[in-house]
C-alpha cells in the first residue's frame, strides 16, 4: 500500500494519543479472528477528536485530488469507514454510499446503500486494512455494479504481505495514511515502546496468525 513517511507518522502520533492504537506485549489482545496480538486497533475514536478527524478528511482529499484525479462518487465500507466517507464526500461536494458487510436479509437485499452505477469513478473508504479481505469484498461488490474502483483509501494498515498480495492480484491501488512500521517507529520517539519491544513487535508482525505471545 502507498504511503507517504511524513503522513504516516504524524498520524501514527495521533492514533496513539487518543489510545485508537494500543500496544501491549505482556497482555496481548484477541481479534475477532481469534488472533493474539500486540496491537488493537480501533479507529472509531478518531471521531471525538474534531482536530484528528479533520486531518484525516484533510490528508484523503488531497490523496484523491493529487494522485487520483475526478471521482464520481465516494463509497465507504460499513461500518468504520462510513462516517469518514461521508465527510470527504461532503468536502469534494460528491455523492456518498456505503457497503454492507453482507447484503441484508430482508427489503430490497442491498449490499450496496446508495446509488452505484455502472461507469461511474468511485474511491472506497476504510477505517483499517489487515489481510484486505473484507476490504476487497467491498471492492468486489462495487465493481460487480459496474463501477470503477480508482482506489482504496484507508486511515491505517497492517501492511501484511498477504494483504499488498490480494490488492496486487485485484489491481486495485491502495493508500493508507500510516502503517505498522511507521506506528512503531513514532512509538518509540514518544516513549510508549522500547527499543528491546520491538523483536517481540517484529516476531508477531511476521507471523501473526501463530503467535501465542511469547
Same mark, same amino acid.
Request: aromatic residues 8%; charged residues 20%.
Given at each position: 500500500?502507498?504511503?507517504?513517511?511524513?503522513?504516516?507518522?504524524?498520524?501514527?502520533?495521533?492514533?496513539?494519543? %487518543?489510545?485508537? %492504537?494500543?500496544?501491549?506485549?505482556?497482555?496481548? /489482545?484477541?481479534?475477532?479472528?481469534?488472533?493474539?496480538?500486540?496491537?488493537?486497533?480501533?479507529?472509531?475514536?478518531?471521531?471525538?477528536?474534531?482536530?484528528?478527524?479533520? =486531518?484525516?478528511?484533510? #490528508?484523503?482529499?488531497?490523496?484523491?485530488?493529487? *494522485?487520483?484525479?475526478?471521482?464520481?462518487?465516494?463509497?465507504?465500507?460499513?461500518?468504520?469507514?462510513?462516517?469518514?466517507?461521508? %465527510?470527504?464526500?461532503?468536502?469534494?461536494?460528491?455523492?456518498?454510499? /456505503?457497503?454492507?458487510?453482507?447484503?441484508?436479509?430482508?427489503?430490497?437485499? @442491498?449490499?450496496?446503500?446508495?446509488?452505484? *452505477?455502472?461507469? #461511474?469513478?468511485?474511491?472506497?473508504?476504510?477505517?483499517?486494512?489487515?489481510?484486505?479481505?473484507?476490504?476487497?469484498?467491498?471492492?468486489?461488490?462495487?465493481?460487480?455494479?459496474?463501477?470503477?474502483?480508482?482506489?482504496?483509501?484507508?486511515?491505517?494498515? /497492517?501492511?501484511?504481505?498477504?494483504?499488498?498480495?490480494?490488492?496486487?492480484?485485484?489491481?486495485?491501488?491502495?493508500?493508507?495514511?500510516? @502503517? /505498522? #512500521?511507521?506506528?512503531?517507529?513514532?512509538?518509540?520517539?514518544?516513549?510508549?515502546?522500547? *527499543?528491546?519491544?520491538?523483536?517481540?513487535?517484529? =516476531?508477531?508482525?511476521?507471523?501473526?496468525?501463530?503467535?501465542?505471545?511469547?
Amino acid at each position: 500500500m502507498i504511503v507517504k513517511e511524513e503522513t504516516a507518522l504524524k498520524m501514527a502520533e495521533f492514533l496513539l494519543r %487518543i489510545k485508537a %492504537i494500543k500496544l501491549n506485549m505482556k497482555e496481548p /489482545y484477541t481479534w475477532a479472528s481469534g488472533w493474539k496480538s500486540p496491537i488493537y486497533c480501533d479507529n472509531r475514536i478518531t471521531l471525538a477528536h474534531p482536530i484528528i478527524r479533520t =486531518y484525516i478528511r484533510q #490528508q484523503f482529499v488531497n490523496i484523491i485530488t493529487d *494522485e487520483i484525479g475526478d471521482i464520481d462518487t465516494v463509497v465507504g465500507v460499513a461500518t468504520a469507514g462510513i462516517p469518514h466517507g461521508i %465527510i470527504v464526500a461532503q468536502d469534494l461536494g460528491l455523492p456518498f454510499a /456505503y457497503v454492507r458487510t453482507a447484503a441484508k436479509d430482508h427489503g430490497l437485499s @442491498n449490499r450496496i446503500e446508495g446509488i452505484v *452505477e455502472s461507469g #461511474q469513478s468511485v474511491v472506497v473508504i476504510e477505517d483499517l486494512v489487515s489481510t484486505g479481505g473484507s476490504s476487497l469484498s467491498a471492492v468486489k461488490a462495487i465493481q460487480e455494479k459496474g463501477a470503477n474502483v480508482k482506489a482504496l483509501l484507508s486511515i491505517f494498515t /497492517y501492511g501484511f504481505d498477504v494483504a499488498d498480495q490480494r490488492f496486487a492480484e485485484a489491481k486495485c491501488k491502495a493508500f493508507a495514511l500510516s @502503517n /505498522y #512500521q511507521h506506528l512503531l517507529s513514532q512509538a518509540i520517539s514518544d516513549g510508549y515502546i522500547l *527499543e528491546k519491544d520491538l523483536e517481540v513487535l517484529n =516476531y508477531w508482525r511476521q507471523d501473526p496468525q501463530n503467535w501465542k505471545g511469547k
